[in-house]
């Protein structure tokens, strides 16, 4: 069974036996991809190519463990913004460290920001920053206290 991507290109049971193991451990060699898989090391080599030009991959990153997370604070930030000033902003936070991820939505708020920061200080002086950016009707920030379930890691 196979399923095609953004880039209309089609991905199968293989494509997706090579995401999910490098989405365990994205600095798994093509030495271990291919003997786990039991396909050649050429086969992963070309797959990862395809998976990278395509966008399937659009990069390898560091997730840090629960010891290096345990220290930071963690949150949620709700921004209403003028639709046009979407690209300035997006622009603007991606240059802030602070944002791990952006969302867009289809609710009341028009973005969805997840925030992490090493003290409440860094993540007042964040959040002031992206509530003074021109544009940003207004901003909500939620600081999470602790985690209940996490499937993502």
């Not at 293989?14 to 003997?35: F, K, P, T």
């Not at 902003?89 to 009341?108: A, C, K, M, N, Q």
């Amino acid at each position: 069974e196979c399923f095609v991507n953004v880039a209309g290109e089609r991905v199968d049971e293989l494509d997706r036996g090579i995401l999910a193991h490098l989405a365990q451990d994205a600095r798994m060699s093509v030495a271990v991809l291919a003997r786990r898989l039991k396909v050649a090391r050429s086969t992963v080599q070309a797959r990862l190519e395809r998976l990278e030009t395509s966008g399937a991959i659009a990069g390898y990153t560091l997730r840090l463990g629960d010891s290096a997370r345990e220290h930071r604070i963690r949150a949620t930030c709700l921004l209403n913004i003028e639709p046009r000033a979407q690209a300035a902003i997006l622009t603007r936070l991606r240059s802030l460290p602070e944002v791990e991820r952006i969302h867009t939505t289809s609710g009341r708020v028009d973005l969805l920001l997840q925030l992490a920061a090493s003290s409440t200080s860094q993540l007042d002086d964040v959040l002031d920053q992206i509530g003074g950016l021109t544009g940003v009707k207004s901003s909500e920030s939620l600081i999470h206290l602790s985690t209940k379930l996490d499937r993502a890691t």
